[in-house]
């Protein structure tokens, strides 16, 4: 079965930083793009990033765009999700997915 599981979520101040990892299993992660979504309290799903199959090419949500950083290792079927500079806005859940496929989120909140 694919399982995705985040972790690196926590409380912090704006200005602050945090480190996302998703750890990934049951598929050849190698070989599909993956990504980021995000969920805010009262708003739909969002896409914050996502990454190719080898890392080479990235794209980012424009509010998130300089600010966090996504990155991948095949060899430890692992995405992360490099924030800095957080804000207020930034609050939600986050998850990882590809396809059809979401992992168990990690919460990320932001205090002003």
């Known amino acids: 079965d694919v399982q995705l599981q985040a972790s690196g979520g926590g409380s912090v101040e704006s200005g602050g930083s945090l480190t996302l990892a998703c750890a990934a299993s049951?598929?050849?992660?190698?070989?599909?793009?993956i990504g980021w979504f995000r969920q805010a309290p009262g708003k739909v799903l969002e896409g914050v990033s996502c990454?190719?199959?080898?890392?080479?090419?990235?794209r980012y949500l424009d509010s998130v765009r300089g600010r966090f950083t996504v990155s991948r290792d095949n060899a430890k079927n692992t995405l992360y999700l490099q924030m800095n500079n957080l804000k207020p806005e930034d609050t939600a859940v986050y998850y990882c997915?590809?396809?059809?496929?979401r992992g168990q989120g990690t919460l990320v909140t932001v205090s002003s």
């Open positions: 990454i190719s199959r080898n890392g080479d090419n990235t």
């Open positions: 997915a590809f396809n059809q496929n």
């Open positions: 049951g598929f050849n992660f190698y070989e599909f793009e």
